[in-house]
């Protein structure tokens, strides 16, 4: 019912930025609890981000400052903005759903590698 698509992902330098981008397909997107999660090789998967309806945005200690999350309803689309980026930062960064019947959707992920 709701498909979400990944992109941006990439190789970066420490202290660089990048921009993931998710697509959502689906009805009442507007309605959807929104998040970004990464899962680091050996690691378990963690939210970084996530964004209510309402557009209040909340995020991870260690990437408070950092990453902006936003949604534009208009375009059914999710954003995380990431900035001073590190080698501790490297991971498969998924996007995450729930609707509003508390339905779970994950996306495939989109790998960020932070290396010199």
């Known amino acids: 019912q709701v498909q979400l698509v990944e992109s941006g992902g990439g190789l970066v330098l420490p202290g660089g930025s990048l921009r993931l981008s998710c697509k959502a397909s689906g009805s009442f997107f507007s309605r959807n609890f929104m998040g970004w999660y990464r899962q680091a090789p050996g690691k378990e998967r963690e939210l970084v981000a996530s964004?209510?309806?309402?557009?209040?945005?909340n995020y991870a200690d260690s990437v408070k400052g950092r990453f902006t999350m936003s949604r534009d309803n208009g375009k059914n689309m999710v954003y995380l903005q990431m900035n001073s980026l590190n080698p501790e930062d490297t991971a498969v960064y998924y996007c995450y759903a729930r609707n509003y019947y508390g339905m779970d959707y994950w996306g495939k992920g989109t790998l960020v590698t932070v290396s010199s």
């Open positions: 964004i209510t309806s309402g557009g209040f945005a």
